[in-house]
């Protein structure tokens, strides 16, 4: 399987809701990425799990919060919203090892997230 | 914040003509990898050069890395209309915080049949 695989692959969300996305991969990787990405810009980094332990946050808003339950799923949990922050919202995973570097990173297809 | 700029920020050749894009970027970096993105989709590695390498091939895609200059170019050959897609530069910077994937602004490529 060398796949990341993330739903939902749309999600429409109240600035009230909370919601989750999630992600998972079976690749045996042990870096774990969650990227933001408005239209027609790059995808900006925010979070970084490194062996299952949060290990870099861009100084990301509290309504957004990680969890990395075990080594094959990440999960972005949702919370009092802003219409800004609707985006495409991308997953990825490298490996740590040396070997990573042939193989870049994997992404994810992407949740588009929009918050009415 | 990102790495780098990319130029030109938009490029549209008829198919069969080749395409090169440039990527500048700032920092010291581990390799830097190229990715495409078809509209609103995720991200497909397409190659990853490292630190210490000057060129790479791979099919029809070239990548060329001058450290120095702390630039790198992307050259498409042949190019097919579905090459049509948005193309990233992305430098990897390990650090004692983890691994950080940067990238740069982005090439929309258009591939006229």
């Known amino acids: 399987d060398t796949e990341v695989t993330q739903t939902p692959k749309h999600l429409v969300m109240g600035m009230t809701n909370k919601k989750s996305l999630k992600c998972e991969q079976h690749?045996?990787?042990?870096?774990m990425y969650w990227y933001k990405q408005k239209a027609k810009k790059p995808p900006e980094l925010m979070f970084v799990?490194?062996?299952?332990?949060?290990?870099i946050n861009e100084s990301v808003p509290s309504r957004f919060s990680p969890e990395c339950p075990n080594s094959s799923l990440l999960n972005l949990h949702l919370h009092a919203l802003q219409p800004e922050d609707s985006a495409l919202y991308l997953c990825?995973?490298?490996?740590?090892?040396?070997?990573?570097?042939?193989?870049?990173?994997?992404f994810g297809s992407g949740t588009r997230l929009t918050v009415v | 914040s990102q790495q780098g700029e990319e130029d030109p920020q938009a490029l549209s050749i008829q198919e069969g003509e080749n395409a090169t894009m440039n990527c500048s970027y700032k920092?010291?970096?581990?390799?830097l990898q190229w990715y495409r993105q078809n509209s609103g989709r995720g991200l497909v590695h397409l190659i990853l050069?490292?630190?210490?390498?000057r060129e790479k091939h791979s099919g029809r895609l070239r990548v060329t890395l001058d450290t120095s200059k702390k630039s790198s170019s992307l050259l498409i050959t042949a190019s097919r209309a579905a090459d049509t897609a948005s193309y990233f530069c992305?430098?990897?910077?390990?650090?004692?915080?983890?691994?950080?994937?940067?990238f740069g602004e982005g090439t929309q490529l258009t591939v006229n049949p």
């Open positions: 990825a995973s490298s490996s740590l090892t040396r070997d990573r570097g042939e193989y870049g990173y994997t």
């Open positions: 992305a430098t990897d910077a390990r650090e004692t915080s983890g691994s950080r994937l940067t």
């Open positions: 690749m045996g990787h042990r870096a």
């Open positions: 050069i490292r630190s210490n390498e």
């Open positions: 920092t010291s970096i581990n390799n």
């Open positions: 799990y490194s062996y299952e332990k949060l290990s």
